[in-house]
């Protein structure tokens, strides 16, 4: 641009174009004519309509609301399968699963997924497959991941039903800094219109009910990967939506989450049987069992790696270099999870050593 004006002696800078001409100003209630003579310069044409092109992708993509394509499990049973790895702009904040089943009087709808437009679209894609009510929709549990995208839902009427484990992440300042944090790195799908909704149902523990010819479990889980971890079953599918508990085909995000009450939660979801398992993330699994070793196997890693280093003494820093990572190191998530994974471990490995003292 610069060595063009050089060589282009005649082209004044365009704001002076747009000034009123010498000695008119506004309060003289002469109107400002732009100077239509730089507008015809070809270079200038080509840079406006750059410029207008850009924003008009810009909107477009804020605009246009992140694909969500629903999968049939069984017969009345569907989910929808986020992106693999973290929620981050380039996949919108849809790294996580979410489900629906239709019965006979309604929709039944298990999460609600990571920001408000993915909750929209998952709405219009259960109204491209029925036109039935939204009965409910049960929260697995309360991560940013699988309950900003509410709002659609709640104002389509459906009521909220999440286990009491939630009350302390929404009431402690955690939701809100969790809130804040994904303010920042998932604008602008997750914005100032995004709010922590508590549910309408506070649920004590496990609970049943039975609605349009079917009959749905909800079994608490928790405290393993959250405080509130509850799985749903729908009877007559043998379907099960196992929430966070199970992450299929990458590695789980386990934080300071309880590992030793989850491998507990693991065997008894094996004993459950599931015939079909919808996990908090990755593909829906045929074959729970096999789906589950791998969690398992990776949580008993964790402890026992963490736990050698906790009873040798050695700094975490040693206990994470020394540890063998090879079987996951190639998973999706391990380079954002594993470290603050093996690091809440640690933790929790040291407690649970001075517990036993
Ligand atoms: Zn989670």
């Not at 437009?117 to 491209?128: E, K, S, T, V, Y």
């Not at 300071?256 to 491998?263: E, K, P, V």
Request: charged share 25%.
């Amino acid at each position: 641009m610069a060595r063009y004006l050089r060589e282009k002696k005649t082209i004044r800078p365009l704001a002076l174009n747009l000034a009123a001409p010498e000695g008119h100003g506004r309060q003289s209630g002469h109107r400002l004519k732009p100077a239509s003579s730089s507008m015809n310069h070809p270079l200038l044409r080509r840079l406006v309509c750059g410029f207008a092109l850009c924003a008009l992708v810009v909107t477009a993509a804020r605009s246009a609301d992140p694909k969500v394509v629903p999968v049939r499990v069984s017969k009345h049973a569907w989910y929808v399968q986020g992106q693999a790895g973290p929620a981050n702009r380039a996949n919108q904040g849809y790294n996580s699963n979410a489900g629906f089943v239709v019965t006979g009087e309604g929709v039944v709808v298990i999460d609600a997924l990571g920001t408000i437009p993915l909750g929209r679209a998952f709405l219009a894609a259960i109204r491209a497959i029925t036109d039935k009510p939204i009965r409910r929709v049960i929260v697995t549990h309360y991560h940013a991941d699988h309950f900003y995208g509410l709002a659609p839902f709640k104002q389509a009427g459906a009521e909220i039903w999440a286990h009491k484990g939630a009350r302390e992440y929404l009431e402690s300042g955690e939701g809100a800094a969790r809130l804040d944090q994904r303010r920042r790195d998932l604008a602008p799908w997750v914005d100032d219109q995004t709010t922590l909704i508590p549910p309408d149902r506070w649920l004590e523990g496990d609970a049943s009910f039975a609605l349009g010819g079917l009959n749905f479990d909800l079994v608490y889980m928790g405290p393993a990967h959250a405080p509130d971890d509850l799985v749903v079953i729908v009877r007559e599918d043998q379907v099960l939506y196992s929430g966070d508990i199970l992450f299929s085909g990458r590695i789980p995000f386990v934080g300071n989450a309880d590992t030793r009450r989850w491998l507990a939660t693991m065997e008894k979801l094996i004993a459950l049987g599931p015939k079909t398992m919808v996990p908090g993330h990755g593909a829906v699994s045929r074959d729970p069992v096999a789906e589950l070793a791998l969690t398992r196997d990776y949580l008993r890693h964790l402890r026992a790696t963490m736990g050698k280093a906790v009873e040798d003494l050695l700094s975490f820093e040693e206990a994470y270099k020394n540890a063998d990572w090879s079987r996951y190191a190639r998973m999706p998530a391990f380079e954002a999870a594993n470290r603050i994974n093996a690091y809440g471990t640690y933790l929790l490995m040291e407690r649970e050593s001075l517990e036993k003292k």
